[in-house]
């Protein structure tokens, strides 16, 4: 048997889900409303050389399992748990140990100091968030296929702003296999 609720319990609620007091099912803010939206463009751009795209060499010990390059692709990231579509140049590749023993931490250590060496910041590392995830069901992006499924993982994403565009570098790790996916996009900045 369903009970329902009094008339004026609902509404009650219609009221304040109107003033903002609660918010509906589904509907989750990634981060307080009063705190500033992430913007990648307040990061100084890098003063240090950044290569040739990808602009990220495999660390020693660890080679790719066949690199995938597109001109042109779509890419979520998630700085400070705010989702965004990063478009452009894409490039991914499976990581692996190159003959030795797999070493996940040795891997996240060196990519991570080649990329901060870059003038590139850490701007998430967790689960995907949940806007993330509702954004794949919805239009199940090419991106998807090359992470398998991405619900297990842990993302590790990076930005490294250069005067023209943004470099996002996402690590995906943490589940359970020998392998790492490292994704890179570089976004032209929009004058």
């Known amino acids: ?6 008339t004026t319990c609902r509404l009650a609620f219609i009221c304040m889900l109107f003033a903002g007091a609660v918010a509906p099912v589904g509907l989750v803010h ?14 100084a751009p890098a003063e240090q050389d950044i290569g040739e795209f990808p602009h990220v060499s495999i660390p020693a010990g660890f080679r790719d399992g066949g690199a995938k390059r597109l001109s042109l692709a779509e ?6 748990g705010e989702l965004h579509v990063a478009t452009g140049a894409y490039w991914h590749a499976d990581i692996f140990a190159d003959g030795g023993e797999w070493n996940e931490l040795l891997f996240l250590r060196g990519i991570e100091q080649q990329i901060t060496s870059m003038g590139g910041h850490r701007v998430f590392d967790g689960s ?6 509702k954004m794949i069901d919805e239009n199940a992006p090419a991106f998807v296929r090359d992470l398998y499924d991405p619900a297990p993982y842990r993302f590790r994403q990076f ?4 005067e023209d565009r943004l470099i996002w570098i ?10 790492i996916d490292l994704t890179v996009v570089e976004e032209e900045i929009a004058t």
């Open 30 to 43: 990634a981060q307080d409303p009063n705190t500033p939206a992430f913007d990648a463009q307040a990061f």
């Open 170 to 179: 996402e690590i995906g790790y943490g589940y359970n296999a020998e392998m």
């Open 128 to 133: 995907m968030p949940e806007a993330g995830r």
């Open 1 to 6: 048997m369903m009970r329902r609720f009094p």
């Open 75 to 80: 890419k979520y990231v998630f700085p400070k």
């Open 159 to 162: 930005l490294i702003h250069a």
